[in-house]
């Protein structure tokens, strides 16, 4: 990328109020697990994309993708104060709790963890030490999706070096998924306490911001209550609570991770093309939204019924990229 190209990239903040201006009305009645629901279809088409070695079919896939977990994001920042849901932060501040110019499992870069253990599952190290962290890498507020690309390469690209796309698709899925059944759990949490009024306000002044969220966490001794299991009938107000950490510590760790596989499937479709010219395909995530979301103009406008904003009917908005033919 050119140094004028750098300087038409747009912080990721800017994407989730620009995508939230041109599908606002599209978005009246849809709940955030619906949604989520966007953005696993896009991680589907990049599925597909893998399967069939369709690299700019991989790309518009990934920013389609992107556009759906913005959207995401842009709601829970906007739902009603109290939700189980409400993320105060942006997307950038959310993929930041984890990935602080570090590794979130070892804090060093490059990422030193062992191999074999990262897919062991154990409590999630959402702790103040990492908040400090977080504190003092302000400038990823105004990061870029290639700013974020260029961190995760420092951090991982050793490791994006020996995984095999299929591998990088895998995770990816597993990740999204993740964050699907955990955006399902607080849900029906968020039933429950509408009937339970009393525990509400805990919740609520748990779920103001990142920073507040952490600090409960940290001070209720989250990591032992996630890493427990909780009894599966039980009602009582430290049940109700373990599992709303559980969930809520799910929630924000699995769009973080979900976001870095994303940018590490397009880091190593970046490392196929380059190996390969004769590919031509264009995998840089800033351009690609550009091209896809604004084309020849200066302003967005949706990709599929070209306005601004958004005018596709609510029947066929999805159909182009998931009713297609499979083989």
């Known amino acids: 990328m050119t140094k004028e190209d750098h300087m038409f990239e747009q912080p990721v903040s800017e994407w989730e109020q620009a995508f939230a201006m041109l599908y606002e009305h599209r978005m009246v009645g849809r709940t955030l697990g619906e949604v989520w629901l966007g953005a696993l279809g896009g991680f589907s088409g990049m599925a597909q994309a893998i399967r069939r070695s369709e ?3 991989l790309a518009t896939s990934a920013a389609e993708a992107l556009q759906w977990v913005c959207l995401f994001t ?5 739902s009603r104060a109290g939700s189980t849901l409400h993320i105060s932060n942006s997307l950038s501040e959310i993929v930041a709790i984890s990935y602080p110019g570090v590794c979130g499992r070892c804090q060093s870069v490059p990422c030193a963890c062992d191999s074999l253990a990262i897919d062991k599952r154990r409590p999630w190290p959402l702790n103040l030490k990492l908040l400090a962290h977080r ?3 302000l400038g990823f507020r105004e990061f870029s999706f290639g700013n974020w690309l260029q961190m995760f390469t420092k951090i991982f690209g050793g490791r994006v070096q020996m995984m095999s796309l299929e591998s990088v698709g895998f995770h990816l899925l597993e ?8 955006i399902d759990v607080l849900a029906r949490i968020d039933q429950y306490l509408d009937r339970e009024s009393d525990a509400a306000a805990e919740v609520a002044e748990a779920t103001k911001s990142i920073e507040g969220f952490i600090e409960l966490y940290s001070a209720l001794r989250g990591e032992e209550l996630y890493a427990r299991d909780l009894d599966p009938v039980s009602y009582a107000p430290s049940s109700v609570l373990a599992s709303f950490l559980q969930a809520k510590a799910g929630l924000l760790v699995g769009i973080a991770d979900t976001f870095s596989w ?14 390969n010219q004769a590919l031509g395909a264009q995998s840089e995530i800033d351009q690609v939204l550009r091209n896809l979301y604004m084309g020849s103009g200066q302003s967005l406008r949706c990709p599929k019924c070209s306005s601004a904003p958004c005018q596709c009917n609510e029947f066929s908005e999805s159909l182009p990229r998931l009713g297609r033919q499979h083989d």
């Open 74 to 78: 842009y709601g829970c920042s906007h």
């Open 135 to 137: 504190r003092e890498q």
């Open 175 to 182: 990740e999204a998924t993740e964050v699907a059944l955990n």
């Open 55 to 57: 690299y700019q079919s």
């Open 262 to 275: 994303l940018c590490t499937a397009l880091t190593k479709t970046e490392l196929i093309l380059n190996s």
